[in-house]
């Protein structure tokens, strides 16, 4: 990569120009920059006083769905799974919300990583509009989810690109952030500011929908995770609501 860089470069002082859609590697060979300061394998460290975190798993693709099924097998994670069929019924939002909060407690209490996900059929919708109108519910959901997940988290990992997004826009209200660096190719950290009203100093795992190979939620999972608490006896696996 940083011999393409090197070719671009040279390309452009001679009047070319480009537009590249890619991952955030190629900026990194493009503007030459050092390794991050913190290895990814090191990001621990940065986990508000070593506790569990949660995960926010929005993304549908076959690659997600995937690396979800890897990390519901992992001992001291607990699946929280969302039947958005009950958004197309008209079910209640804020009983909805709460039963989702109050599950996401429950496991955090219990000293386990929460997983809260998107049931995963294909849903069939009469047109276009409706089918987006629908997507736009659940994100709403999702977010409300966010807003008010346990002030005392140790992380967070949003779980695709729209999801994500809408985490550092809509769920946190970010305005600013400090990017860390990547704890996987292509999976950027940032760390909230240390006056953010609910979640100061948060560090938030920004995970692409079609990203990483079978293990890497899993993966993730570890490197946030110290040592001491990985691999324990499973408790809860999987909530439905």
């Not at 990001?43 to 099924?69: D, N």
């Not at 197309?88 to 429950?106: M, Y």
């Not at 500011?193 to 692409?208: C, E, I, K, M, T």
């Amino acid at each position: 990569l940083s011999g393409f860089a090197q070719a671009v470069l040279k390309a452009v002082s001679q009047g070319k120009r480009f537009l590249f859609r890619s991952a955030a590697s190629l900026l990194t060979a493009l503007a030459k920059l050092p390794p991050q300061p913190i290895p990814a394998e090191e990001m621990v460290q940065y986990v508000r006083q070593g506790r569990p975190g949660v995960f926010i798993v929005g993304s549908h693709v076959q690659k997600t769905t995937e690396q979800l099924a890897a990390l519901l097998q992992v001992p001291r994670v607990a699946g929280i799974e969302i039947d958005v069929t009950q958004l197309q019924e008209a079910t209640d939002h804020t009983s909805l919300l709460s039963a989702i909060l109050n599950a996401v407690k429950s496991v955090f209490q219990q000293g386990q990583t929460p997983v809260v996900y998107t049931s995963r059929q294909e849903l069939t919708f009469a047109d276009v509009p409706t089918r987006l109108q629908f997507g736009l519910q659940v994100s709403a959901l999702l977010m409300d989810v966010v807003r008010n997940l346990p002030a005392d988290i140790g992380y967070l990992v949003s779980k695709g690109g729209i999801t994500s997004n809408d985490t550092l826009q809509k769920g946190l209200s970010l305005r600013t952030a400090r990017l860390l660096g990547q704890i996987l190719p292509g999976c950027s950290v940032i760390l909230t500011g240390a006056d953010h009203s609910r979640f100061p100093n948060l560090p938030v795992v920004l995970f692409p929908g079609n990203v990483g190979d079978a293990e890497a939620l899993v993966t993730v999972y570890q490197r946030l995770t110290p040592p001491s608490k990985r691999d324990l006896t499973p408790m809860t696996r999987l909530i439905q609501i």
